[in-house]
């Protein structure tokens, strides 16, 4: 194809567009105007219908016309420009137009039972659709001396004078070949058009917002992103033509779901196809059919509901799913909530030395008879709430809490040299919190702790209900070492001690008889260093 025959395609594709719009304007108000007025009317309404009818009979003429003659060669410009069909053929519906819709206009006040300032209105929408349209085809008759080369240049410059950025459709082509109602945004160059349009959907119940140029709906498009349920978007426009403004649109995350419905004149099936590979929705003609107008509105925002409801799903399953895991980690040192998460129904691990703690908070027993349980519960969740804010501090894990009971182990489920000095800060800020609390709630309760280090094996237990628990001999001195402790002391036994030695001060104990174990040498842990 020669950049002439370019040319000539852009500019009939143009001259197509400035042709039937006016067109649509004339159809589409001669339909609403026969849908409001009542069967009393019957006068204006046989000339609405005949309006109706004539304009219908334009259109169908112009489609025969660029259909027969837009793909016949070089000489299809001026086939169509200087076309006498175009001329006389046009001229006879299109002045029964203007004509019976003046005289229409001079009847209207003979109208009571109708709004009549609205049925004016309207009327004249139509009769100065009409006169454009016929100031259209005048303006041919500019080109009746010229060659088709001169055609070419005038009306190219003229084009490019109206529409500063006109952007051939061809030239760039890259193509590979339950919701009632709604905010929508209506993007449409002619503002008669835009009106029409802008009718219609407020009879559908919608709610709109109109733009005649790109850069207004992109303004309108940024102040109320959500709010924008689809878009009516016009393909041939000035500045910003419809191609390039429907990019911008997919190309912010924020409008890149709203669905889109192309609006134009020009029906070349390329056009159409880089349009959908782009991201539009759909494609209407013009002009346009109410019915088929609302048809496919409805079938986008049905998806636009079903998309945004999806999303809605996501964020309150994502949402959950954090709830979830919180819950979890509350449950299970997050490593072993990882492992869980990632499908292991089995855990269950050996560690050569880890170092266990058991703490018992001594004086509940009486409080719990005199206390009322919802009093007991917030004096003991405070308590063990100060604990939980000083496993963080210490790196350490929260195994369970049985009653007052709370064990806690240094070195699982991640290995740590340093497991046996962290239980011991741990346990000496605990000795520490006990009488913070006694001061707050006028109580004199004591802790009495024991540790032990040792080989320990862990796992989960459970398939409803989860928990990480810890067994082995390890697990039951250390128990041990609490019950046989002394208030307000922490009570060690001597693999610990040997762990420990070299760092803190101790009090030897007498040797303790373990059932099961036999006697072992135990120690008291002093505060402060050597």
């Not at 009979?57 to 027969?68: G, P, R, T, V, Y």
């Not at 006389?88 to 009571?112: C, F, K």
Request: a negative charge; proline letters at 2%.
């Amino acid at each position: 194809m020669t950049r002439s025959d370019q040319y000539s395609n852009v500019i009939l594709k143009n001259i197509k567009h400035d042709l039937i719009n006016p067109i649509n304007a004339m159809i589409g108000y001669s339909e609403l105007l026969l849908e409001s007025l009542s069967n009393e009317n019957i006068l204006f309404k046989q000339d609405i219908q005949s309006i109706f009818d004539s304009s219908h009979e334009i259109f169908a003429k112009l489609q025969q016309l660029f259909s027969d003659k837009s793909n016949t060669g070089d000489d299809n410009l001026i086939d169509i420009v200087l076309n006498e069909e175009l001329h006389y053929s046009i001229r006879t519906p299109l002045s029964s137009v203007i004509g019976l819709s003046e005289l229409i206009l001079e009847d209207a006040l003979m109208l009571p039972d109708i709004h009549v300032k609205d049925f004016q209105n309207n009327v004249n929408k139509i009769n100065q659709a009409g006169k454009g349209l016929l100031r259209l085809i005048n303006d041919f008759s500019k080109y009746s001396d010229l060659s088709k080369n001169e055609i070419l240049e005038k009306y190219y410059t003229d084009l490019y004078l109206k529409e500063s950025n006109i952007r051939d459709l061809e030239f760039n082509s890259q193509v590979e070949i339950p919701l009632n109602t709604g905010n929508i945004l209506v993007v449409e160059d002619d503002i008669s058009n835009l009106e029409l349009i802008n009718k219609i959907l407020e009879q559908l119940n919608h709610s709109t917002f109109t733009a005649d140029n790109g850069e207004d709906a992109l303004k309108i498009l940024k102040n109320n992103t959500d709010g924008i349920d689809l878009i009516l978007l016009d393909l041939i426009m000035p500045e910003i033509n419809g191609m390039d403004l429907l990019k911008k649109i997919k190309e912010n995350k924020k409008t890149y779901n709203i669905p889109i419905i192309m609006l134009s004149a020009l029906d070349e099936m390329d056009t159409i196809a880089e349009c959908i590979s782009l991201g539009a929705d759909d494609f209407l003609m013009k002009p346009i059919n109410k019915i088929l107008l609302n048809a496919r509105m409805n079938n986008a925002l049905e998806k636009k509901y079903f998309h945004d409801k999806e999303i809605r799903y996501q964020q309150r399953i994502k949402k959950e799913q954090k709830k979830s895991d919180s819950l979890l980690l509350n449950i299970l040192p997050s490593s072993i909530a990882e492992r869980l998460k990632n499908g292991e129904t089995l855990i269950a691990d050996d560690f050569e030395i880890a170092t266990v703690l058991f703490a018992d908070i001594k004086g509940f027993t009486t409080l719990s008879s005199n206390m009322k349980a919802k009093k007991l519960v917030l004096l003991l969740n405070k308590i063990f709430s100060k604990f939980d804010e000083l496993l963080v501090k210490h790196s350490l894990e929260k195994i369970k809490t049985i009653g007052d009971n709370y064990m806690l182990a240094g070195g699982i489920p991640k290995p740590s040299k340093n497991h046996a000095v962290s239980v011991a800060e741990m346990a000496l800020d605990m000795l520490n919190i006990i009488p913070e609390i006694n001061n707050q709630t006028q109580n004199s309760l004591e802790i009495r702790i024991g540790i032990n280090s040792g080989p320990v094996s862990a796992g989960v237990i459970g398939k409803k209900k989860f928990i990480y628990d810890l067994w082995g001999d390890t697990v039951n001195i250390a128990s041990r070492m609490e019950t046989h402790g002394a208030n307000g002391r922490i009570h060690i036994s001597e693999t610990t001690y040997k762990l420990l030695k070299n760092i803190y001060s101790f009090d030897k104990c007498n040797f303790l008889d373990i059932a099961g174990i036999g006697k072992i040498q135990t120690y008291y842990l002093n505060p402060g260093n050597i």
